[in-house]
């Protein structure tokens, strides 16, 4: 019996604790921190297609495509290791809409991803790329390698201007922040851009310089602070 009531004693001052701790006077304020990164490596996600009136040359031109992108890279001073290949897909070939289309014969493809470490080099990859028109560049992306660094940087940025903020709407009517009573992580975001169009002009006339785009960073936070 008197453990029971030594339990419900306990339970009472937590519960009467918390009603506390959510009566104190308090500021909540919502802050967000954006930065900007170099990208210092990029892929390029392509697909390479074989299509011909037989299964049998669709994947003849898929080879003949596929050895002589790994010999234009090897030319251009690119090892094996900047390009990943995929598995090998085929199927009839149609055109026109789903109700009305018409055998064109077949195809054989595969995906592949190629990889640059110096962003220097990038328009030499991007013009072994254009030569064929058996290659389609399905999309590109910039990355950072110190992408993780960067996101926990734009997080703690973000805690410093709500501390901040709160610190001076606070001291605006004559009080002071305390301790955190609470914080929340709202979504962060991280995007890139790259301008396809100027990267083809150009790779195909080698003239002009293509910048990649910065990297943007940004995250967002809640934090609650005890008043004084």
């Known amino acids: 019996m008197k453990h029971k ?23 909540e304020v919502d802050a967000t921190a954006k930065l900007l990164a170099d990208a210092d490596f990029a892929t390029w996600e392509i697909k390479i297609r074989g299509e011909a009136d037989s299964l049998a040359e669709a994947s003849k031109r898929l080879d003949e495509s596929s050895v002589r992108l790994k010999t234009s890279l090897s030319d251009a001073g690119f090892t094996g ?13 149609y055109e026109g809409d789903r109700d009305d289309r018409i055998f064109k014969g077949f195809f054989a493809e595969r ?7 110096d962003l220097s080099k990038r328009q030499s990859v991007e013009r072994v790329l254009l030569k064929d028109d058996r290659i389609e560049v399905s999309e590109i992306n910039a990355q ?10 734009a997080l703690i940025d973000a805690a410093k201007i709500a501390k901040t903020k709160a610190s001076e709407l606070a ?12 914080i929340r992580q709202g979504k962060a975001q991280y995007s890139w851009g790259y301008n396809m169009s100027n990267t083809i002009g150009a790779a195909d006339d080698g003239a002009g310089s293509t910048e990649l785009e910065k990297l943007s960073y940004s995250s967002t936070v809640t934090v609650k602070f005890e008043l004084k």
Do not use: F, P
Request: charged residues 25%; glycine residues 6%; positive net charge.
């Open 5 to 27: 009531i030594l339990s419900t004693l306990i339970l009472l001052t937590s519960i009467v604790g918390a009603q506390d701790l959510d009566i104190r006077r308090h500021i």
């Open 81 to 93: 290791e900047i390009i990943r290949l995929s598995a090998i897909s085929s199927g009839r070939h």
């Open 111 to 117: 995906k592949a991803v190629v990889e640059l470490r």
């Open 144 to 153: 950072s390698s110190k992408h993780d660094d960067l996101r926990k940087l």
């Open 171 to 182: 001291n605006a009517l004559g009080a002071e922040i305390g301790a955190v009573l609470s």
